[in-house]
């Protein structure tokens, strides 16, 4: 498995400690989506991280012995962290030159963020960008379910316009797994409303949903 090279003893520590310093400002990313619909006090994309982790913990327990749990909690974590440089930019934006320079930038932040430490975070990056082990399915299945229970609560709190994140087809994608497609149901059963049909994707998005 390649890493990144690492130091040991005080070095390594230190390196450590500027990764998490270098992730602070992700508290303070908003996850834009919600605010171009209205809602003015959002979740932020290092909460959004932690909650989508949570979550494959959570199916990962509940559906046992289908996942390596460790590896899917882990990309979950890693995600978004990219975004401490990119900010979050909500999907679809942007032409396909658009997209593929985000991807580059995204790139580079997590090679930047994790420099000097014998880490798997590129790797599992790469891994959820492509979407085709089943953990990297799970994790981007489960980012959606994360995504539609806080639009549920949102709704439950008097918080916005999001009647179209509940009419995109798009934003219930299980990538084929039970587990996400039975969490999916109960959200819709919880938010007293119904999962849409989701159209077919093209060639390029099958590649990277989101």
């Not at 046992?64 to 401490?84: Q, S, Y």
């Not at 420099?115 to 990297?136: C, I, K, Y």
């Not at 439950?156 to 039975?182: K, M, P, Q, S, T």
Request: hydrophobic residues 45%.
């Amino acid at each position: 498995m390649r890493t990144t090279g690492g130091r040991r003893g005080p070095g390594l520590a230190a390196a450590i400690v500027t990764t998490l310093a270098r992730l602070h400002p992700l508290a303070r990313v908003p996850r834009a989506g919600w605010l171009l619909r209205g809602v003015t006090e959002v979740e932020s994309v290092s909460s959004h991280c932690h909650a989508v982790a949570l979550l494959t913990q959570l199916a990962c327990d509940a559906w046992p012995g289908r996942f390596n749990a460790g590896r899917a909690v882990a990309m979950a974590l890693v995600h978004d962290c990219a975004e401490v440089a990119t900010m979050d930019i909500p999907m679809p934006a942007g032409d396909a030159d658009f997209r593929e320079a985000k991807s580059r930038t995204e790139r580079a932040s997590i090679a930047a963020l994790f420099d000097g430490l014998p880490s798997r975070a590129a790797e599992l990056f790469e891994e959820f960008e492509h979407a085709e082990t089943p953990e990297a399915q799970l994790v981007r299945g489960l980012d959606k379910v994360q995504m539609m229970i806080r639009a549920a609560c949102y709704e439950r709190e008097g918080h916005g316009a999001l009647g179209d994140f509940w009419a995109n087809g798009r934003n219930f994608d299980d990538y084929g797994i039970d587990a996400v497609r039975e969490l999916f149901a109960e959200v819709a059963r919880f938010a007293g409303r119904k999962v849409p049909r989701r159209p077919a994707a093209s060639a390029p998005e099958a590649r990277r949903r989101g």
